[in-house]
């Protein structure tokens, strides 16, 4: 070897290991052994996995959230249906109901309808003829068509009632009626008092007003008969149909907030229950519960016709469906 090409690779060397070069170059071109590298995770690699497991992290969370909103729509969907033919059933049966209480009070007042006597005409014998001209038949007073509690009162109702046909009184005693009445509504009452004897169902007029207007004068009409010795007992399901019949009968029967209450004139309910047991508490006193209901109620609790007096107002299948109409 040239000892000047050996000097060289000497120093190539030394330099080599200064500067930090790895030392497998061989100028003389021997073989040297492979260089082996060590897997190492650099810092960026860390950091991008840690930003993947965030994001997946993330995207497992919101499709957790996702899932639960779909099986709760899928709940709130199947209970929607279910409440709804729920809702449709108990008005059918409701009706149902009141059709069959309806039939039965009709069968129970036609039972009650006085008969037309038969009247027999004979004869007269050839060994009558000889006899003083005959006697006049006497003639049976025509009975009476009113029934129930009122039968005894039915000339002073009638009277009472055309009174309400007239102009309408705005400055009349509190507990008096301070409307007129058509003709319709006159006739409806007339056909409760003497015909149903205070105890039926009758149509609704078409609105809530209506029908507060025809309770109004039966009120009127039953303080003449027992003065302060009754109540009248409203049912109405909700607050806003209460709000309603408050309103009405202090514009028709010229009453205060005063006159609304357990100790008053006027009770309003939302519940039957709490209705019959009123009504329970003044027939122990002696009193009488006057009974309203109103035309939205969709059935009449079978308690409520254990009482003398109770008024129905019966709404057709179409304002069933649509209460807003009785407003």
């Not at 729509?73 to 209970?79: C, D, G, K, R, S």
């Not at 008969?225 to 029967?253: I, K, M, N, S």
């Not at 519940?271 to 109620?297: K, S």
Request: hydrophobic fraction near 40%.
């Amino acid at each position: 070897m040239n000892p000047s090409y050996g000097n060289k690779w000497l120093l190539a060397a030394k330099q080599q290991n200064y500067f930090g070069i790895p030392q497998y170059i061989n100028p003389a071109g021997a073989t040297l052994p492979k260089a082996t590298f060590k897997a190492v995770d650099e810092p960026w690699q860390q950091l991008a996995l840690q930003e993947l497991q965030q994001k997946r992290a993330e995207l497992q969370a919101e499709i957790n959230v996702l899932e639960s909103r779909k099986t709760q729509l899928e709940a709130e969907i199947n209970n929607h249906f279910v409440g709804n033919a729920d809702g449709i059933s108990r008005r059918v049966k409701g009706f149902h109901d009141y059709l069959t209480v309806a039939l039965q009070d009709l069968a129970r007042s036609v039972e009650q309808l006085p008969l037309i006597p038969e009247t027999v005409t004979l004869q007269p014998s050839p060994l009558d003829q000889s006899s003083s001209s005959s006697v006049a038949a006497e003639q049976a007073p025509a009975p009476s068509t009113a029934i129930g509690i009122f039968s005894d009162d039915a000339d002073l109702i009638i009277q009472r009632l055309n009174t309400f046909k007239n102009n309408p009184d705005f400055s009349a005693e509190p507990w008096q009626l301070r409307r007129s009445l058509d003709e319709n509504s006159m006739q409806l009452l007339l056909s409760w008092f003497l015909e149903q004897g205070g105890r039926g169902a009758q149509p609704s007029g078409g609105s809530r007003n209506r029908n507060v207007l025809v309770t109004a004068a039966a009120v009127a009409t039953l303080g003449e008969l027992y003065g302060d010795r009754f109540q009248t007992l409203v049912l109405a399901g909700e607050p806003e149909r209460l709000g309603d019949w408050r309103r009405g009968l202090q514009d028709c029967l010229g009453l205060t907030r005063e006159d609304f209450g357990p100790n008053s004139g006027v009770v309003l309910f939302e519940r039957h229950e709490a209705l019959v047991e009123r009504a329970d508490r003044l027939e122990e006193r002696g009193e009488l519960p006057f009974i309203v209901i109103d035309a939205a109620e969709a059935s009449v609790a079978i308690p409520i016709l254990q009482f003398p007096l109770w008024l129905v107002f019966a709404a057709d299948p179409a304002e069933l469906n649509n209460p807003e109409d009785l407003l």
